[in-house]
């Protein structure tokens, strides 16, 4: 369900619109403040209590967006930021955006994998989610038939499904050090999807090959769509990340239930738990 813009919020909303946002997207009056502070650069505290009504806080940001009301930080015009005219500022900034590709310091931070051994054969899939540093939860599963593509595919696509299922508006950053998941979703998925899901266009050895995994990257598509605030970067690998290393034992551990139980290893099971007793 949307959310229902009250009376006199029509100005702000028809802004939001301009800017490029889906209003038709936004499902509460707490996700509508957020996109508005975050595309006008303005900074207000919101309320302690979750439950209390934020239409005093839009009114505000209407008034200095929309009827130019005096602020200390100028709205910046999409595609032209606001740029201050003070010595070092902007490699100041520069810095900081380089500092916060691993670690966005207002962000919640999901680290996904996928694995497979043999490739293909049984795979295993994991993510975790971290606020601050500190992990707040961790999922994993797996297949006793995938691909490796496949079970990072699915880890990315289970990552997005908890963002969706925790409801929350603040911006997240999603990390996969799978280069096929992050290029395809932020490169050739826009491609794919106005060539009508093909690759019409493409260089001669490839314009008639399906594209592999299709079902699922429809899916990461449509999820991704519904969750404008999530980005998908790319990680380094065994890299001594704690966030990298902590998904993939977890895809590990997905692959390690997904293992078939032979009559063989039952035998074992049986025999040491004979000898336990």
């Given at each position: 369900?949307?959310y ?11 802004w939001?619109?301009?800017q490029?946002v889906?209003v ?21 505290k ?6 209390a009504?934020?239409?005093p ?14 602020t ?11 740029q ?5 500022r902007r490699?100041?900034?520069?810095r900081?955006r ?5 670690s966005?310091p207002?962000?919640?931070v999901?680290y996904?994998?996928?694995c497979c051994?043999?490739?293909p054969?049984?795979?295993?899939w994991?993510y975790?989610?971290?606020?601050d ?9 797996g297949t006793?038939?995938?691909?490796n ?8 696509l289970m990552?997005?499904?908890w963002v969706?299922?925790s ?5 997240v950053v999603?990390f996969?050090?799978?280069q096929?998941?992050?290029t395809g979703l ?5 491609g794919?999807?106005?060539k009508g ?7 001669a050895?490839?314009?008639n090959k ?17 969750l404008?605030f999530?980005?998908?970067k ?7 990340t704690v966030g990298n290393?902590?998904?993939d ?6 692959r ?10 039952l035998?074992?099971?049986q025999?040491?738990?004979?000898a336990?007793?």
């Amino acid at each position: 369900m949307s959310y229902v813009w009250p009376a006199g919020l029509e100005p702000l909303r028809n802004w939001l619109k301009v800017q490029g946002v889906d209003v038709k997207s936004i499902v509460s009056e707490r996700q509508a403040a957020f996109y508005v502070q975050k595309l006008s650069d303005q900074r207000f505290k919101f309320p302690a209590d979750r439950s209390a009504p934020l239409f005093p806080l839009l009114k505000r940001l209407q008034d200095i967006i929309c009827a130019g009301a005096s602020t200390s930080r100028p709205v910046p015009t999409r595609g032209q930021p606001f740029q201050s005219k003070k010595k070092g500022r902007r490699s100041r900034i520069k810095r900081d955006r380089k500092r916060s590709t691993m670690s966005p310091p207002d962000a919640l931070v999901i680290y996904c994998d996928g694995c497979c051994e043999p490739n293909p054969g049984v795979g295993g899939w994991g993510y975790a989610v971290y606020r601050d540093g500190v992990e707040i939860d961790a999922r994993f599963g797996g297949t006793a038939t995938a691909t490796n593509n496949q079970m990072e595919l699915t880890g990315l696509l289970m990552a997005l499904a908890w963002v969706t299922a925790s409801a929350t508006v603040e911006r997240v950053v999603i990390f996969c050090d799978s280069q096929y998941a992050v290029t395809g979703l932020n490169q050739w998925v826009p491609g794919w999807k106005a060539k009508g899901w093909n690759r019409k266009g493409e260089n001669a050895s490839e314009k008639n090959k399906a594209i592999a995994n299709l079902d699922l990257w429809k899916l990461i598509d449509k999820t991704r769509d519904e969750l404008p605030f999530v980005k998908v970067k790319w990680v380094k690998g065994h890299a001594g990340t704690v966030g990298n290393e902590r998904a993939d034992e977890l895809a590990g551990m997905g692959r390690a239930e997904a293992v078939p139980v032979t009559s063989l290893d039952l035998i074992r099971q049986q025999l040491d738990y004979s000898a336990r007793v």
